[in-house]
């Protein structure tokens, strides 16, 4: 909130200062001392008990599939792998890749940031918009990838040959 008054690393009140929230992921401990002034002559010197917060920083990453934003197109039953990029070293979680709301695979952070589809469930022919989310854990809050990337995957080729038995009939 812009209405509280930070307080200066040496612990002095900084009065008539604005409040700006820290982005990193961070233990803060709060305590609040009071010294009374030379006109406050009824109340003696008090300090809080040390409080201990949280503030849970924020993430912005990107995706990539088979190490590019904007890839060649595959062709089925294409295995593209997917990768979470620039999630800070300390976010744990996992990063689940989606197409058209399904999902496509999920990467647990403490084997690496990245997935890839399996040939069995691999996507068919077509266009896909490809998005991902990070869980969040308790030092970064869930966000969403910052960008779209579109995968194109072609339709698998197919090829026949017809042999004529030239008997007799």
Known sequence: ??????????????S?????PPTAAEY????????????????????SNCVRSVVQGTTSFSITVNGSATPAP???????TMT??????????RVTFTAAGNTLC????AAGPSCSLNAGDALGGGTYQITAMYSGNNLYASSNSTNTVTLVV????????????????
Request: proline share 8%; hydrophobic share 30%; aromatic share 10%.
């Open 106 to 109: 999920t990467a647990f952070l």
């Open 74 to 80: 595959i062709t089925y039953p294409g295995e593209p």
């Open 154 to 169: 072609n339709k698998a080729t197919t090829s026949m040959t017809i042999t004529v038995d030239g008997g007799n009939s």
């Open 1 to 14: 909130s812009s209405d509280l008054n930070p307080v200066t690393g040496d612990g002095n009140y900084t």
């Open 28 to 47: 803060y401990f709060f305590e609040a001392i009071y010294a009374p002034g030379a006109q406050d002559t009824t109340d003696a010197p008090a300090t």
């Open 84 to 93: 979470a990029v620039g999630l800070p070293a300390a976010a744990t979680g």
């Open 16 to 20: 008539g200062s604005s409040y700006t």
